[in-house]
């Protein structure tokens, strides 16, 4: 073996090892929130993702049912439903790749393939995303540069890296998500920007 295939080999060894330790630590965190902390991260994005979807004029978006450890869309969800905005969410397929159904405010929620939330109702296919104004993601922490650290199953890298017009991208975390640097490998996408309970920061130019 040459020094240059070692190389090759460990360097994505180590980039794996420093995102499994990071995604520990992260999600170890979350856990510990209360619940007052989770209701008030819930509330704080619901008016933080009601302002940029104002500011972007959007009529459809996708979005995601969170985990109980995720800042909570839900409000956000049903209230967009409410005003007459279109909401795809994502159901996870074995192939890595993502379905959509369109959101109901009297539809059930499912437990999907990893443990999700997900909704019950008419798939759609990946390509149905395609025409959303907007694409609210879930992330385990994003960095300064936009670069977003994913739990670990590549389903978003797919869905973003697969769009050929892609729309303003943002990510959910919670504010202390909002790091100096995330490990990368080349397929991983970065995001437009972050919605936190208490802000919403535009981090990098939207896709074409």
Not at 46 to 53: E, G, I, M, P, S
Not at 80 to 85: E, Q, S, T, W
Not at 150 to 168: A, Q
Not at 192 to 203: A, E, F, K, N, S
Request: a negative charge; glycine letters at 8%; hydrophobic letters at 40%.
């Amino acid at each position: 073996m040459t020094n240059g295939d070692t190389y090759n080999r460990t360097m994505p060894d180590a980039i794996d090892d420093a995102k499994r330790a990071l995604r520990a630590d992260l999600r170890e965190r979350r856990q510990q929130h209360s619940d007052a902390v989770r209701a008030a991260a819930a509330e704080g994005v619901k008016v933080q993702l009601d302002a940029l979807v104002a500011s972007l004029g959007a009529r459809s978006v996708s979005c995601f049912l969170s985990t109980p450890t995720e800042p909570g869309t839900h409000d956000f969800i049903m209230d967009a439903m409410a005003r007459g905005i279109r909401v795809l969410l994502p159901i996870t397929r074995v192939d890595g790749l993502l379905d959509w159904a369109v959101a109901d405010p009297t539809g059930d929620i499912a437990e999907g393939l990893f443990g999700v939330p997900e909704p019950v109702g008419e798939v759609l296919s990946p390509s149905a995303v395609n025409d959303v104004d907007l694409l609210i993601i879930p992330a385990a922490a994003v960095d300064r540069t936009g670069m977003r650290l994913g739990w670990g199953r590549g389903y978003f890298d797919k869905t973003i890296g697969s769009m050929e017009r892609c729309p303003p991208v943002y990510a959910v975390i919670f504010d202390s998500e909002l790091i100096d640097e995330v490990p990368r490998d080349l397929h991983d996408q970065p995001v437009t920007g972050v919605v936190t309970p208490t802000q919403t920061i535009t981090l990098a130019p939207a896709r074409r």
